[in-house]
C-alpha cells in the first residue's frame, strides 16, 4: 500500500516562499514519475510540475521562474519550492505518483494574502 503526505503548507504573504513536501511510503520505485497538482475553490484540479523518474520536468506556465520541483529517491520525498508567491496561487497542493495505479496525497492548504 502506497500513502503520500505532503507538508509544507501555510499562510504566506505575497512575494513571499514556502517549501512543500511530499513523503511516500510504501514502495515506489523511482522510475515512477510524480507531480504537484493545486485545487483552488470552485476550481478544477489543475496540474503545477512534474518529474519523471529520469528527471524530466515540466512546469505550468505561469509558475516557471518561481517554482522548483525536486525529488530525492532516497528518502522517498518529492518538493516543491515556491518563491515569488501570489494571491493567485492560493489553492490545496496534492501530490501524485504514477506509480501502480496511481496514487494521491490528502493535500495541504497554501494560502498567500496581499
Known amino acids: 500500500q502506497v500513502r503520500l503526505v505532503e507538508s509544507g503548507g501555510g499562510s504566506v504573504q505575497a512575494g513571499g516562499s514556502l517549501r512543500l513536501s511530499c513523503l511516500a511510503s510504501g514502495t515506489i520505485f523511482s522510475t515512477s514519475a510524480m507531480g504537484w497538482y493545486r485545487q483552488a475553490p470552485a476550481r478544477q484540479r489543475e496540474l503545477v510540475a512534474f518529474?519523471?523518474?529520469?528527471?524530466?520536468?515540466s512546469y505550468k506556465y505561469s509558475v516557471k521562474g518561481r517554482f522548483t520541483i525536486s525529488r530525492d529517491n532516497a528518502k522517498n520525498t518529492m518538493y516543491l519550492q515556491m518563491n515569488s508567491l501570489e494571491p493567485e496561487d492560493t489553492a490545496v497542493y496534492y501530490c501524485?505518483?504514477?506509480?501502480?495505479?496511481?496514487?494521491w496525497g490528502q493535500g495541504t492548504q497554501v494560502t498567500v494574502f496581499s
Open positions: 501524485y505518483t504514477t506509480w501502480d495505479r496511481g496514487y
Open positions: 518529474i519523471t523518474g529520469g528527471g524530466t520536468i
